[in-house]
Structure formats: structure tokens, C-alpha cells
């Protein structure tokens, strides 16, 4: 089984759409958990922290579930802008990360 | 925020040389970098850790004789793909430890085409 592992997607979606992605991670220990968005052949970009809390950012919502050891990632009124793969990202410790192999998303007009 | 950048953007090598690439930290001191080879459709794989004044830290499965790191400023680590093969290319992409050291600054990538 993976460390982190991701909904494989491809999400196709019309613009205005709302879309979830979905993450799970098998170490209990992990302390910090991230999405990042990555553009085809450019290097990932941080998106977002996630808290257990539960973290907003104008369309984009993230949540931390540690119980369950769950991450999501929520966007809504989708943009063709938005069409991108989203990595999720966990950290064990300091530096230590662990990238999911990414959820595609297209945004189509 | 924070900008790393990487040296060449992206080469063209014959088998059996060698290239190296820069990765720097442009705007802050960065004791610590991460190098990733991405293949396509893939995501990041961590190749090795890179601290400043000591031996980088490889991940199992990588060849420390083949991907040589060095990482001699605080703001400057070096990878070079000793006798580079055809299934060497790939994306490679090297990060930065923020001050925080739990963000990841990422350079823009170096794209390796082994022929």
C-alpha cells in the first residue's frame, strides 16, 4: 500500500462545477499535510496548508481528518484556469515528504 | 515568498556523460534541499536530502556513485548524473527548506534527455 494515495482521477468538469479530491495516508505520525498544484511540466506549487480546523481559502476549502487519516480538497465555481494536477502532500517530520501521485483535473468551457 | 532556481531549465546529453544542475536559493539560506526525479504521469520520487557541509542522505534504490550531490553554500546544492543513460531522463526537480521547515520552495525543474 502507498504512504499517500489519491483518487487517480482524470476529474473532467464544466466550468462553474464544484469538485472534491480525496487523499488517505497510512502513517499515523504524520504531522503536516499540504496540497500543491502542478502544472504540466512546471514544478508543484503549494496551494494550501490543511488543519484539522479546516482551511479556506476563497474557492478552495481543505480538511484534515486524523482520525480517519483523510485529506480533501474542495473547489468550487470551477475555472478552465483551475485545470491542473493537484498533489497531496504529507510530511513525517521536518522535511520529510511524501507526494501522492496527483488527481488530474480538467475544467472544460 | 521564497524563490529557488535551477540551472540548465533543460538539457540534451549523449549516453555516457555527465550533467550537472544547479539548484539555488535566491532570496534566503537554505541548510537543507531535496532533489525528485519525475517521470511522466508520475509523481515526485525524493532521490536524496542535501545538507550544507555534509554527505547528502539518498533514498533506497538510488545510486549515490551515479547521482552525485553536493551541496557546498547554504545557498547552492549540485546534482551531476555521472554517465548518464537513455533511462536517465526525466524531470528532476530540487527544493528548498523554508524557515519554517515544514514549507517546500521548489525550483522550476531541470528537463534530462539522455540520447
Known amino acids: 500500500r502507498k504512504e499517500v494515495e489519491q483518487d487517480p482521477g482524470p476529474f473532467n468538469v464544466p466550468e462553474g462545477a464544484t469538485v472534491a479530491f480525496n487523499c488517505t495516508y497510512s502513517?499515523?505520525?504524520?504531522?503536516?499535510f499540504f496540497w500543491y498544484r502542478q502544472d504540466c511540466r512546471k514544478e508543484p506549487k503549494l496551494l494550501m496548508s490543511v488543519y484539522s480546523s479546516g482551511n479556506e481559502d476563497g474557492r478552495f476549502t481543505a480538511q484534515l481528518n486524523r482520525a480517519s487519516q483523510y485529506i480533501s480538497l474542495l473547489i468550487r465555481d470551477s475555472k478552465l484556469s483551475d485545470s491542473a494536477t493537484y498533489l497531496c502532500?504529507?510530511?513525517?517530520?521536518?522535511?520529510?515528504?511524501?507526494f501522492g501521485d496527483g488527481t488530474t483535473l480538467t475544467v472544460k468551457p | 515568498g521564497a524563490v529557488v532556481s535551477q540551472h540548465p531549465s533543460w538539457v540534451i546529453c549523449k549516453s555516457g556523460t555527465s550533467v550537472k544542475i544547479e539548484c539555488r536559493s535566491l532570496?534566503?539560506?537554505?541548510?537543507?534541499m531535496f532533489w525528485y526525479r519525475q517521470f511522466p504521469k508520475q509523481s515526485l520520487m525524493l532521490m536524496a536530502t542535501s545538507n550544507e557541509g555534509s554527505k547528502a542522505t539518498y533514498e533506497q534504490g538510488v545510486e549515490k556513485d551515479k547521482f552525485l550531490i553536493n551541496h557546498a553554500s547554504l545557498t547552492l546544492s549540485t546534482l551531476t548524473v555521472t554517465s548518464a543513460h537513455p533511462e536517465d531522463s526525466s524531470f528532476y526537480i530540487c527544493s528548498a527548506l523554508g524557515v519554517f521547515s515544514y514549507e517546500q520552495y521548489f525550483g522550476p525543474g531541470t528537463r534530462l534527455t539522455v540520447t
Open positions: 502513517n499515523s505520525a504524520s504531522q503536516s
Open positions: 502532500v504529507v510530511n513525517q517530520r521536518a522535511g520529510k515528504s511524501t
Open positions: 532570496d534566503f539560506q537554505a541548510t537543507t
